[in-house]
C-alpha cells in the first residue's frame, strides 16, 4: 500500500514557476514507477512526466517538454515536478500516481493516486 500526497500548487502568472511534491509513504516506494497526472476542467485526466524507479529516466508528454522536470529522492519517499514557463493550458489539478510500468501510461494503468493540487496559470 503506497499513500501519495501532493503539495505546492497554487496561482501563478504565464510564464512562471512552481514546483510540485508529493510525498510517499510506505516502505515499498522505490519499487514503484512515480508519474504526474493533470486534469483540466471538462477534460480527461492525462499523463504529464513518469520517472523510472531509480530516477535515472524521465518521460514526458510532448505538451510539456522542456519545461518540465520530474525527479525522484528515493531516500525521503518524494517526487517533485518543476514547472517552468507555465501556459495558460497548464491550468489544472495535478496528480501524483504510483505505477508498475514504466512509460507514457493511460490513467487506468496506475495503481496508486493522491488527491491532487490544483494548479492556476493567469494571464
Known amino acids: 500500500q503506497v499513500q501519495l500526497v501532493e503539495s505546492g500548487g497554487g496561482l501563478v502568472q504565464a510564464g512562471g514557476s512552481l514546483r510540485l511534491s508529493c510525498a510517499a509513504s510506505?516502505?515499498?516506494?522505490?519499487?514503484?514507477?512515480m508519474d504526474w497526472f493533470r486534469q483540466a476542467p471538462g477534460k480527461e485526466r492525462e499523463f504529464v512526466a513518469g520517472?523510472?524507479?531509480?530516477?535515472?529516466?524521465?518521460v514526458y508528454a510532448n505538451s510539456v517538454k522542456g519545461r518540465f522536470t520530474i525527479s525522484r529522492d528515493n531516500a525521503k519517499n518524494m517526487v517533485y515536478l518543476q514547472m517552468n514557463s507555465l501556459k495558460l493550458e497548464d491550468t489544472a489539478v495535478y496528480y501524483c500516481?504510483?505505477?508498475?510500468?514504466?512509460?507514457?501510461?493511460?490513467?487506468?494503468?496506475?495503481?496508486?493516486w493522491g488527491k491532487g493540487t490544483l494548479v492556476t496559470v493567469s494571464s
Open positions: 510506505g516502505r515499498t516506494f522505490s519499487k514503484y514507477v
Open positions: 500516481a504510483a505505477a508498475s510500468k514504466f512509460g507514457i501510461v493511460p490513467a487506468q494503468g496506475m495503481d496508486y
Open positions: 520517472i523510472s524507479r531509480s530516477g535515472s529516466v524521465p
